[in-house]
């Protein structure tokens, strides 16, 4: 059974940090595609960053030179590293796994966290 746990999320004033990290149990392979994803309150999910370890990383424009997606393989583990935090609605971020090696074409993703709350605040 694949689980994902993430952490990391709070509040934080507009030009913080915060770092957040998902924990990955019970998938055959650490080399899958995984990303990152937040949605707020009555606005559909978006993606924020990709990566896979033989594919490389993909951003969205809007954290482009302000996020660094990354994956630890020792500890089962890919964090985002969020930097120049503009305030905005808070948002539940998720992370989440695919089965794919590559992250072009996007693959389905279907193992997702429960998700960790971003608030920043001006």
């Known amino acids: 059974q694949v689980q994902l746990v993430e952490s990391g999320g709070g509040s934080v004033q507009s030009g913080g940090s915060l770092r957040l990290s998902c924990e990955v149990a019970g998938l055959s392979s650490n080399d899958y595609c995984v990303g990152w994803f937040r949605q707020s309150p009555g606005k559909e999910r978006e993606e924020v960053a990709v990566?896979?370890?033989?594919?490389?990383?993909a951003y969205a424009d809007l954290v482009k030179g302000r996020f660094a997606i990354s994956q630890d393989k020792e500890k089962h583990t890919f964090d985002l590293q969020m930097n120049s935090l503009k305030p905005e609605t808070p948002a539940m971020c998720y992370c989440?796994?695919?089965?794919?090696?590559?992250?072009?074409?996007?693959?389905?993703?279907?193992?997702w966290g429960e998700g960790t709350q971003v608030t920043v605040s001006s």
């Open positions: 989440a796994t695919s089965h794919a090696w590559v992250c072009n074409p996007r693959p389905k993703f279907p193992y």
């Open positions: 990566m896979a370890r033989y594919a490389g990383t």
